[in-house]
């Protein structure tokens, strides 16, 4: 082997080596340490869940599938070109599958929704039109509502009270009638007695008194 080769080869391990040294200390550590130091690092997304106080929330999203349920009287939902009116009947629900569009949930428990979805069951019976179907309602008196497969840009809540974990409850804040935002979120959201919102996010913060920034 040419010298001028072996010499430079060996220049090469000496630079290795010295990075290793540097990045290691001592003990089985420095292993780890020396290739972090050459691998970029992966970013997480943050769980999270939030047990809040009922208040008003809007959001214009998809979601994989919504149900609605209430037991007031005379309700009439838009579905494609038809009107649903249910009558009286005191107990019902409604699947809303493939959504897409807004959805206004005030803190005295009205519901307005105005989008489209690709099926649409209410009380078990589905309600069959051809290709995505319009769907509304306005100040419907609701129970319960749940959005499963949520995706959004972003969420803020401008006076958020109850309890905020991260990370499956490694953490825990308490908010007091605080702006909370979230960046680029997907999860649920459930909103009865109070307002749950459980999954993940790029950016979390909580404003005001008790202040909090986390984002990847």
């Known amino acids: 082997m040419d010298w001028k080769i072996a010499a430079t080869l060996i220049i090469c391990a000496g630079i290795l080596v010295g990075a290793f040294l540097a990045t290691s200390g001592s003990g089985m550590g420095g ?3 020396f290739f972090t130091a050459l691998s970029p690092q992966t970013s997480t997304n943050i769980s999270f869940s939030a047990n809040l106080a009922p ?19 005379n309700v009439q939902w838009s579905i494609g070109s038809s009107k649903i009116d249910l009558g009286q009947l005191q107990s019902n629900e409604i699947l809303i599958e493939g959504w897409n ?11 307005g929704m105005d989008g489209t979805a690709d099926k649409v069951t209410i009380n078990g019976m589905k309600i069959t039109q051809s290709g995505r179907q319009a769907v509304k309602v306005t100040g419907l008196s609701f129970g319960n509502f749940n959005a499963y497969g949520l995706k959004m840009q972003g969420l803020k809540l401008p006076t958020a009270s109850g309890t905020i974990s991260i990370a499956d409850g490694k953490a825990t804040f308490q908010a007091s009638g605080e702006p909370l935002e979230f960046g680029t979120f997907s999860g649920s ?12 996010t790029d950016k979390l913060m909580l404003s005001g008194k008790n202040k909090l920034s986390i984002s990847q």
């Open 189 to 200: 959201i459930t909103a009865d007695s109070s307002l749950k919102i459980v999954g993940n």
């Open 101 to 111: 569009g807004k959805v206004d949930i005030s803190a005295s428990g009205l519901l």
């Open 31 to 33: 292993i780890s340490g």
């Open 55 to 73: 208040q008003d929330i809007s959001f214009n999203a998809p979601a994989e599938s919504m149900t609605v349920k209430w037991s007031t009287s």
